[in-house]
């Protein structure tokens, strides 16, 4: 069974780049049609999609954050990672790495603050 587990810094200033890594065990981020995204849900609001990374390496943003987002892979360690620049207090919310709509990591919290 695929598990999914976001790690990173749980504070960031604003004006940096926040950056999460989701480390991916009991399946391979390069399996065939397989693709890994990145989800977040600001406090009190509802869960929003920032985008994913496919088994081949390409990646789809959600247009309204495709400006500042990055999403790589470390194929050697089975992760992936989201990258935000330009961070400010909108920006946070529970981050969270997904395989699919079944398999979701636990979430780990993110605080835009100076």
């Known amino acids: 069974q695929v598990q999914l587990q976001e790690s990173g810094p749980g504070l960031v200033k604003p004006s940096q780049t926040l950056s999460l890594t989701c480390t991916v065990s009991?399946?391979?981020?390069?399996?065939?049609?397989?693709?890994w995204s990145w989800i977040r849900q600001p406090p009190g609001k509802g869960l929003e999609w920032i985008g994913y990374i496919r088994y081949s390496g390409s990646t789809y943003y959600s247009p309204s954050l495709k400006s500042r987002t990055n999403i790589s892979r470390d194929t050697s360690k089975n992760q992936f990672t989201l990258q935000l620049s330009s961070v400010t207090p909108e920006d946070t919310g529970v981050y969270r790495c997904?395989?699919?709509?079944?398999?979701w990591g636990q979430g780990t919290q993110v605080t835009v603050s100076s």
């Open positions: 997904a395989f699919g709509a079944a398999y």
């Open positions: 009991g399946g391979s981020i390069t399996t065939n049609y397989y693709y």
